[in-house]
C-alpha cells in the first residue's frame, strides 16, 4: 500500500496490510504479543474488531472502546500522536 503522501517522519512510504481472522473467544493473548511485538518508534499499531469492541494496539499499550464516543476512542488517539502516528492515520472505523 503506497503512503507516501501520508507517511511522516520515521515511516517508511510503502506499508504491508495484513488482515486476518480468528473464532477466538478471548483476544487478550492476541492484543498482548502486539503489544510486546511492535516496534516504539516510529508510530506502530494495529487495529482490530473484536466483537463490539474496536482494539488498539501500540507498543506496551491496548486501548478498548466501544464506539466513536467511548472516552478510551480520544484516549487512544491521543496516545498514537503522543507517540509519533499523524493523526490523520489513526481514522479506525467504529
Not at 486476518?20 to 508510530?43: H, I, M, N, R, V
Amino acid at each position: 500500500m503506497d503512503l507516501s503522501d501520508s507517511a511522516r517522519g520515521s515511516q517508511p512510504p510503502v506499508w504491508t496490510v495484513l488482515e486476518f481472522e480468528s473464532d477466538a473467544q478471548d483476544d487478550a493473548p492476541l492484543a498482548q504479543a502486539l503489544a510486546e511485538g511492535l516496534s516504539p518508534e516510529g508510530g506502530w499499531y494495529a487495529d482490530y474488531q473484536a466483537g463490539k469492541e474496536r482494539v488498539v494496539v501500540f507498543a506496551g499499550r491496548v486501548f478498548r472502546y466501544a464506539g466513536a464516543n467511548d472516552p478510551s476512542r480520544a484516549e487512544a488517539v491521543a496516545y498514537g500522536v503522543s507517540v509519533g502516528v499523524p493523526e490523520h492515520q489513526l481514522d479506525w472505523k467504529d
